[in-house]
């Protein structure tokens, strides 16, 4: 919790800075806005090493194999299937629980439901979109998703706290269509 009020207290001092200025609001400098969107550069960057830090301390407590994507995407195939894999326009059905860290479920299809998406058509986390094209019918899957492809700085307002990684065990149920 103290790390995660840190945090808080680095993005909300950048934000007062990056709007600061002169009287009129502007500064009278293009310099100054590139200093400014270069400090948050700088803590997306320390952010993101930390939500790695934490990911990779989970991970290795739990003796997965998860691999990683370009994006920071991490995931783990643990049971293939023999179905359709899913592609853009898909029309995906998934079994899942949504999990933070902590062990504290948010969301399942046990409680809600299976969930139904076209994949590539947003409307869902991008990790989740992002995950769901490397798997097939039958998959079963763990995601971990960062908070930046999940629900970033605010949470989902619900059950998800912010800057929360998330951890999706699914089960891709059904795949049809590609349109």
Known sequence: MKNTSIYFLIIFALLVISCSGSEGGNSGSGDRHVVDREDMVRA???????DMELIEAFVKRRNWDIKYTGTGLGYEIYENGSGAHVTRGSSVTIE???????GRICYS???????TFRAGRGGVEAGLEEGVLMLRRGDK?????PPFLAHGL?????????????????????VSGSN
């Open 96 to 102: 899942y629980t949504v999990s933070l860290l902590d």
């Open 109 to 115: 299809s046990e409680e809600d439901g299976p969930m």
């Open 154 to 174: 605010i949470g989902d307002q619900n059950r998800i706290p912010p800057r929360a990684v998330i951890i999706y065990e699914l089960e891709v149920t059904g």
């Open 44 to 50: 997306n960057q320390f952010l993101t090493g930390k």
């Open 141 to 145: 899957a763990r995601l971990i998703i």
